[in-house]
């Protein structure tokens, strides 16, 4: 006698579950930096197995300070079972900015520095008092500024050493007076004008040849406080 029967099946085991998807999150803290400055990069993975920020193996999460010298992004890469996910921060960086120098302060021309800048002596041709073109122009621009400032102004007039003391006087006085007059016209008021007659008591030169006398047959100007 033989006896037969069929083993029962025994049921497959259930399939493993599938691996866990990996994240990963990067920021940046500030975002925007000056150079020389720092900014802090915070990350987070997870189901990570194998975490590096920028090739260089890290934490799953954690924080490090940077401080790049131009404009970065920083890459994170995360691996795990399921796959790899990358994620980025870009820190944006700025020249550092430079400093405005102060502008030095404007030297300060006292009204006696102006005077001496602005009204010039002039000069006449040999027992003349006629205003020469030259001298013309000169009274023209110092009439400007005079009457800008409101400035009184002795006029001195001045001979060279030929001829007597009262001639040289009275031919001094005639100088004095046409650069008055010249004044006057530009529109200077005749207050404001004192004249004197030195002759030639206070030559610029001593020596006798023509340079020398043309230096002082002149008409000076002083500003008078």
Not at 58 to 65: A, H, L, Y
Not at 108 to 118: G, H, N, S
Request: a neutral charge; proline letters at 8%; hydrophobic letters at 30%.
């Amino acid at each position: 006698m033989v006896a037969s029967g069929c083993k029962k099946k025994q049921p497959a085991p259930p399939p493993p579950p599938p691996p866990k998807a990996v994240s990963a999150t990067l920021s940046a803290n500030p975002t925007s930096i000056e150079a020389g400055q720092s900014s802090t990069l915070t990350w987070s993975t997870e189901n990570a197995t194998d975490v590096a920020l920028d090739g260089n193996k890290v934490d799953p999460s954690g924080s490090q300070t940077v401080s790049p010298t131009q404009t970065t992004t920083y890459h994170l890469t995360a691996k795990g079972a399921a796959g790899t996910q990358e994620a980025t921060a870009q820190v944006s960086v700025t020249p550092k900015a430079t400093p405005t120098p102060t502008p030095a302060p404007t030297p300060t021309v006292t009204d006696d520095q102006l005077f001496a800048q602005m009204v010039k002596d002039i000069y006449f041709d040999y027992d003349k008092a006629d205003l020469r073109p030259d001298a013309q122009q000169a009274l023209a621009q110092a009439a400007q500024i005079i009457k800008q400032k409101g400035w009184k102004v002795q006029i001195e007039g001045n001979c060279d050493d030929r001829g007597s003391t009262e001639y040289n006087l009275a031919l001094g006085e005639r100088r004095a007076d046409s650069a008055k007059q010249a004044l006057i016209r530009d529109g200077i008021s005749a207050d404001a004008l004192k004249t004197i007659s030195y002759g030639k008591e206070k030559p610029q030169c001593t020596e006798q040849n023509e340079d020398c006398w043309q230096k002082n047959r002149r008409d000076h100007f002083s500003l008078l406080h």
